[in-house]
């Protein structure tokens, strides 16, 4: 039997979808120690009547079905339209979410179905870096304060917070005397440095860092972009990085996975996605980012999709991609692709792409 014949019948489907998981993760774990592994993670939002008895109506199949794992170190770009369900995962990684159904593990440890004091020793190993430090930043505590938190929280003395916020300022590229200051006097840039000194407070291994260029100005993306890098390097920090700048992700990133409402699509190496994509929404996708290379430049085409991405309240059947695929075929309706191995840790979700099963 071939993977690409299986029915949408979610028993089947998903047995297949477990050993390709394990396939992926044999791979994974040939290269490098995972850090972090995510097997058919779901999320679904229960959408209610409103009114006041808030009957759930329906299910908004926010991630459905995602596999995927982080290496120590290693930095995995999560790229996607808005709404295809990036956040909803990086808050499910950390059990801000309380995913549906599927595994999160953290070094083995399944995080899903702990309670929230079995939770508390995993953490501190397990930050986030939001996207707007304005929002995420209490107005009302000092930089001191704000990094302290965290610290304080882990019982930790005055004088180990004094200590703790010199080294980070510094680590940072903050003046020790802005530890006084509140977040509104700092610039935007100096603001997301302070969102960065915070998470690295209890020494994570694992950052999830959702958009945190997005509310900056190009000049200084490039200095926090710089800055995760040298942390990285520094403290050996594995990151989740949630963009929808192509370009952003293609810098840091050393694996990059496409999601596309809730699922994801394809998920390879950095450069044989960004120079050999398979699947033909991330062909669409990088098609419409410019390339510096004049030559190569002008040859670029767009290739513009049709419609808007449909509702996760109503995913299409089959591939949730085919109404909009400019390569569909028949098949594509009914089937559910399942990642496939391409080869070199390069997998796609794509019946164009479909492996003989073994
Ligand atoms: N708490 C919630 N309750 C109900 N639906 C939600 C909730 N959080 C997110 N959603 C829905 O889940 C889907 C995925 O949302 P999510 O925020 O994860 O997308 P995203 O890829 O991060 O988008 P963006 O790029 O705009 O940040 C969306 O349809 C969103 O409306
Ligand atoms: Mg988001």
């Not at 209890?202 to 997005?214: G, K, M, R, W, Y």
Request: glycine share 6%.
């Amino acid at each position: 039997m071939r993977r690409h014949e299986i029915q949408d019948g979610r028993n089947d489907a998903w047995t297949l979808h477990q050993l390709s998981c394990r396939d992926q993760r044999r791979d994974a774990l040939a290269k490098d120690e995972v850090l972090v592994e995510v097997n058919n993670l779901t999320k679904y939002f229960p959408i209610g009547s409103g009114g006041f008895l808030r009957k759930k109506v329906t299910e908004l199949k926010a991630v459905d079905g995602v596999t995927f794992a982080v290496h120590h170190g290693e930095t995995l770009g999560l790229v996607g339209e808005s709404g295809s369900g990036k956040t909803t995962v990086g808050k499910c990684v950390l059990q801000l979410h309380r995913p549906t159904s599927g595994e999160v593990s953290f070094k083995g440890k399944n995080l899903v179905g702990l309670t929230d004091k079995q939770l508390r020793p995993f953490r501190p190993k397990l930050q986030v870096i939001f996207q707007d430090p304005y929002e995420s930043l209490n107005p009302r505590f000092t930089a001191y304060d704000i990094i302290t938190e965290p610290l304080r929280l882990h019982h930790a003395s005055k004088d180990e917070c004094r200590n703790r916020v010199k080294e980070l300022l510094d680590i940072v590229g903050l003046a020790p005397y802005m530890a006084e200051r509140y977040p509104h006097e700092f610039s935007g840039g100096q603001r997301q440095r302070l969102g960065v000194a915070r998470a690295l407070a209890l020494q994570p291994e694992f950052i999830v860092c959702d958009e945190p260029l997005s509310a900056l100005d190009v000049s200084i993306q490039a200095q926090v972009l710089n800055l995760l890098d040298d942390l990285q390097r520094q403290f050996g920090v594995a990151y989740l990085f949630i963009s929808h700048d192509l370009s952003v992700v293609r810098h840091i990133s050393h694996r990059v996975g496409v999601m596309y409402l809730g699922k994801i699509m394809e998920i390879a190496p950095r450069d044989a996605l960004y120079e050999r994509p398979l699947h033909p929404y991330t062909q669409a996708l990088l098609s419409a980012v410019p390339v510096p290379d004049p030559k190569v430049e002008a040859k670029r085409k767009v290739i513009l999709l049709q419609g808007e991405p449909p509702s996760p309240l109503n995913p299409p059947s089959g591939c949730v991609f085919h109404p909009r695929c400019p390569k569909a075929f028949e098949e594509c309706k009914n089937v559910v692709p399942l990642l496939n191995d391409a080869g070199n840790g390069h997998f796609v979700a794509c019946l164009l792409h479909k492996t003989s099963w073994p």
